[in-house]
């Protein structure tokens, strides 16, 4: 059984995330801030059928995640909440927090595994960031760019990570159903959200989290290696 780590498994694309690789039989190790409970930390890995450990900073993390076995595939899920404000009226105090939670969390994570995956000369990494850079939105320049960031940063750890046999993409989201970004009271419940998305999205519906799961199993699973260093939209066919 292959073991994969999921970062911030209850939050953006995690639950879908988690519930495709577990139906596809991996072994799955999930962190979330949330886990630093014991008692939330025991009910999820109960209730998913998978492992949940108590770290939450990077350095731990590695530590808690390299005890438990060769670990060889990833899915750095990160997540802050996206508060609209105009360019003139963002604090760096809220950019540096995004920063921190968008890019630097899966960089160090990256920093701290890659050693081991080119000793095992074998790996997949997936980087789920986010296409609002395809069609930037006033009010969210912050996720816009640090998204496309992390995006960037991707790339150039698949160049590195490649000759070692290690696969490295993105999938960037856009209308992807999740409590977070968006939420089922608004824009499934909502007629009027609803009709939002039919006009915004070709498809005309939100992204279910079990078709985002399947896409990412596809990436971890090693049926394609030669696939690496990609950025894949997933957005229902926007912006057009």
Known sequence: MSSIFVTNATQYTGPGVVRALVAHN???ICHDPSFADKGVREDFALATKTYAIAAQSPDNIYKEVSSIGDVDKFVFNDTHPNTAALIEDIDVESFNAAFQALLVFPFRLSQLFLPDLKILKRGAIVFITSARQLKPEPGFAVATSIRAGATAFASALATEAAPFDIQVNTIQPNYLYSELYYPKAKY???PA????????VPVGRLGTPEEFGELVEFFVSGRSPFTTGQEINFTGGWPK
Request: no cysteine.
């Open 193 to 200: 959200g609803r009709t939002e998305i039919e006009k915004t």
């Open 26 to 28: 991996y072994h799955v």
């Open 188 to 190: 499934v419940d909502d």
